[in-house]
């Protein structure tokens, strides 16, 4: 058995949620424009200077924004409709840049003006959203739904603060009744279909980001979300195209470039899948998902410390990153250092990762270390959790192999080999267990099987070499030893 082992599925899901400036609250952000009030010029200077503060107050640009309302609100005896919408302004662009404390303050003070404002509330929920305060924000947004249940905006934030702290379940259901208000609501179309990809959901997903790019075909945060799903159901042809879309619609746009990369990867390009990846890195240097991915293609090249090096940064720059820790425990694995590895697994499924995959690369690491109980357990959670990952079959009919259980081994290639059935290695496998429970003909017919998808599988080659020379097939035997330990040679 190879002791190679590489992330099995294509997940890169965590920059959905974990760039929040760019997921779930960003794309909510909507400028709340006031129009400049008709007012009478004040002794600060003339009307035509008091209607450019308040254009600049309800402007595009952040920073202006911020320094225009804050001249108009240092202003004395301005009416309060004017305190209101200086106070807004300048909360909505505290928001864009960041500062969540300012911009909490400004709704705050926004509502104790007028307590019923529908856009403070909603904004104050999403300060706090930010900040982590969730039960504030919840309140915020329950009381958006109570009084103003035909509003989408208050369920919008509910699904928001679920899908902060992985409810996705939850998260759905909020994102549905937006939806229902307002069928063309491309913020909650796009953060439902993210959930749903973090439920491993990819058709409900996919069928989302269809909405968002029927209504808006250059929508760079749908096509790269809907190529991660197109990625993970065998679609990488469809994934490049999206990508390639959202890359020459935002040719700054990191997070296109780090999931293109990672496409490039599964489909065995690594030079294009570095290029981009590194493309990616260059845009945001601190980008924990183009780390994460390219740790991912240097583990496919067989890089394997500098894969743990950027797996590593990934981890400092995100501290809760399962995928980061599940591929820094491939990594570790193929470096024999098992131990390291279970810690990252285990870490990875505290954290809420994929825990399906969690439980199958413990698995495989316990298995190397020849603790086979534990790993069988193991790779019967990651069976439990998803049925569809043939390793976790192989691995633990492997487990049984060694424990002396043929039948239950060949009970799992059986499982393994529906699941792959051109895997040369699974064939040999199983061929080893029937060698081992006496039944030469099956032996011999899987080890056939396995040359015969892969004939330059050294490993089968050299099992079969064994083989032949116990059943009375010397020379062929030996034809088979000498050309696995030469294709051995040539790695």
């Not at 103003?148 to 899908?163: A, R, T």
């Not at 990153?321 to 810690?343: E, V």
């Not at 603790?371 to 998803?386: G, K, R």
């Not at 330059?456 to 059943?471: E, H, I, T, V």
Request: contains cysteine; charged residues 25%; proline residues 3%.
């Amino acid at each position: 058995m190879s002791a190679s082992v590489t992330v099995g599925l294509l997940f890169f899901n965590s920059w959905l949620w974990a760039n929040s400036g760019q997921g779930l609250l960003e794309h909510a952000i909507c400028l709340v424009l006031k129009s400049a009030p008709a007012c009478t010029p004040n002794d600060a200077g003339s009307k035509a200077e008091e209607d450019a503060l308040w254009e600049r107050c309800a402007g595009d640009n952040d920073d202006e924004v911020i320094s225009a309302c804050t001249g108009i609100l240092a202003k004395a005896d301005r009416p309060q409709k004017q305190i209101v919408n200086a106070t807004l302004n300048r909360a909505d662009a505290y928001l864009d840049k960041g500062k969540f404390d300012d911009a909490y303050a400004d709704y705050d003070e926004v509502l104790k003006i007028s307590p019923n404002d529908t856009d403070a509330l909603y904004g104050r929920g999403r300060a706090s959203t930010e900040t982590g305060e969730f039960e504030n924000a919840t309140q915020d947004f329950d009381r958006l739904v109570r009084d103003h249940p035909k509003d989408p905006d208050g369920y919008y934030g509910l699904g928001v603060v679920h899908g902060r702290q992985r409810e996705y379940d939850l998260a759905i259901s909020a994102f549905n009744k937006a939806i229902d208000i307002d069928p063309k609501f491309i913020d909650a179309l796009n953060d439902r279909g993210s959930a749903f990809l973090l439920k491993l959901d990819f058709a409900n997903a996919i069928s989302d980001f269809d909405r968002v790019i029927a209504q808006q075909p250059t929508n760079v945060y749908a096509r790269v979300a809907r190529a991660q799903g197109y990625a993970n159901t065998g679609r990488p042809d469809d994934a490049m195209k999206d990508l390639d879309i959202a890359v020459s619609t935002d040719p700054r746009n990191s997070d296109a470039f780090a999931v293109r990369g990672a496409v490039f990867g599964m489909k065995g390009d690594f030079r294009h899948a570095m290029e981009d990846l590194n493309r990616a890195l260059e845009l945001k240097p601190e980008s924990s998902v183009a780390l994460e991915q390219r740790a991912q293609v240097l583990i496919d090249q067989r890089q394997f410390d500098q894969a743990v090096k950027d797996a590593t940064h990934a981890l400092e720059i995100q501290p809760i990153f399962p995928q980061a820790l599940l591929t820094r425990s491939i990594a570790y694995i193929n470096k024999g250092d098992f131990d390291s590895a279970i810690a990252d697994c285990s870490e990875a499924i505290r954290t809420g990762g994929d825990s399906a995959w969690a439980y199958n690369a413990r698995g495989h690491a316990e298995l190397m270390k020849q603790e086979y109980d534990v790993a069988i357990t193991d790779f019967s959670h990651a069976i439990d959790l998803n049925a569809k990952i043939d390793s976790a079959f192989a691995d633990r009919g492997w487990s049984y192999e060694r424990k002396g259980d043929h039948e239950h081994a060949i009970e799992d290639y059986d499982s393994a080999i529906a699941l792959s059935p051109q895997s040369s290695t699974y064939y040999a496998e199983r061929g080893l267990a029937h060698q081992h429970r006496g039944d030469v003909a099956m032996a011999r017919s899987d080890f056939d099987a396995a040359i015969a998808r892969d004939p330059k599988n050294a490993w089968a080659l050299s099992a079969r070499g064994d083989f032949r020379k116990q059943n009375g097939d010397a020379a062929g035997g030996e034809a088979d030893l000498a050309l696995s330990k030469q294709l051995s040679a040539g790695k």
